[in-house]
């Protein structure tokens, strides 16, 4: 019977350290993994700040290259929130899995114990980064809007010089959406309040390029000059609007929460 009871302490022991190892050695791959992304993630992170050179009516400006690059950043951050979903989903599993017949695990504790900690750690880590990479994609939409709406002011010049009333209005019609868009995202995340008054001086450029199309269009030529008084006084505060600093301050908003994210994947890795 002594033994038996030998024999069987052994077979337990041994059972439960094969089944806790193979648990652990899962949970370390999957840590791993994460933490593979690390690189990626942060280089995602780092076109949260877009460069901002480009806006108003400078002449640097290039609306399309512009335009593409935003939308590039706008993907990274779509694919780098996918990413971390499924990593979260991994380490859930994986964490799961360290927990799985306790009663047969009680000679590693102190190994199951140290490998959930990592688990914790990189899932604290992916807690960050996806509501960063969700901030990072309102932050791009924003742009998007705002880029889409300079380029169409761009082409609603071209079109009232050349005098094709018919493409301005097409072209203010499509600024006007996109303004509007801008509006409607420039409280995301992130982004400055001085970015609030910008989109508020292209509403009003909106505004009064279309009563001065109007007064065109109905022949009251003294009233649409009056009016592109005013509408130069728009343009005006858009080509002059100060940009300095403004990354800084996106910067300034994301860098504590990058920071935390790397600190969560360096003790992951500890």
């Given at each position: 019977?002594i033994?038996?009871?030998?024999?069987?302490?052994?077979?337990?022991a041994s059972?439960g350290?094969?089944?806790?190892?193979?648990?652990i050695?899962a949970?370390e791959?999957?840590?791993?993994a994460v933490?593979?992304?690390?690189n990626?993630?942060n280089?995602?992170?780092r076109?949260i700040?877009?460069?901002?050179?480009?806006?108003?009516?400078?002449?640097?400006f290039d609306?399309?290259?512009?335009i593409?690059?935003?939308?590039?950043?706008v993907?990274?951050?779509?694919?780098a929130?996918?990413t971390?979903?499924r990593?979260?989903?991994?380490?859930?599993e994986?964490d799961?899995?360290?927990?799985?017949?306790?009663?047969?695990?009680?000679?590693?504790?102190?190994a199951?114990?140290?490998?959930?900690?990592r688990?914790g750690?990189?899932?604290q880590?992916l807690?960050?980064?996806?509501?960063v990479a969700?901030?990072?994609v309102?932050?791009?939409q924003?742009?998007?809007a705002?880029?889409g709406g300079l380029?169409?002011?761009g082409?609603?010049?071209?079109q009232?010089d050349?005098g094709?009333?018919?493409?301005?209005r097409?072209?203010?019609?499509?600024m006007?959406?996109d303004?509007?868009?801008a509006a409607?995202?420039?409280g995301?995340p992130?982004l400055?309040?001085?970015?609030t008054?910008?989109?508020?001086?292209?509403?009003?450029l909106?505004?009064?390029?279309?009563r001065?199309?109007?007064?065109?269009?109905?022949?009251?030529?003294?009233?649409?000059a009056a009016?592109s008084?005013d509408?130069s006084?728009?343009?005006?505060r858009?080509?002059?609007f100060?940009?300095?600093?403004?990354s800084a301050?996106?910067?300034a908003?994301?860098?504590?929460?990058i920071?935390?994210?790397?600190?969560?994947?360096?003790?992951?890795?500890?």
């Open positions: 019977m033994s038996a009871l030998i024999f069987g302490l052994i077979g337990y059972l350290l094969a089944f806790a190892g193979t648990r050695a949970a791959h999957t840590v791993d933490v593979s992304h690390q990626t993630l280089a995602t992170f076109t700040n877009i460069q901002l050179t480009a806006l108003g009516a400078r002449t640097s609306a399309p290259q512009t593409a690059l935003v939308e590039q950043s993907a990274n951050a779509v694919l929130s996918r971390v979903g990593d979260q989903a991994s380490l859930r994986a799961s899995g360290l927990h799985q017949h306790p009663w047969l695990t009680l000679m590693s504790t102190a199951l114990a140290r490998t959930s900690s688990l750690h990189a899932r880590a807690v960050i980064a996806r509501t969700a901030d990072e309102l932050d791009g924003f742009w998007q705002l880029y380029a169409d002011l082409e609603l010049n071209r009232k050349a094709d009333l018919a493409g301005a097409q072209a203010l019609s499509r006007s959406s303004v509007d868009r409607g995202l420039v995301s992130g400055p309040s001085e970015l008054v910008l989109t508020g001086d292209l509403r009003s909106v505004l009064d390029y279309t001065q199309l109007d007064a065109e269009a109905a022949g009251s030529y003294d009233k649409a009016i008084v509408v006084a728009d343009v005006t858009v080509a002059t100060d940009v300095d600093g403004l301050k996106i910067a908003f994301y860098q504590p929460q920071d935390r994210y790397n600190q969560e994947i360096d003790a992951a890795t500890a």
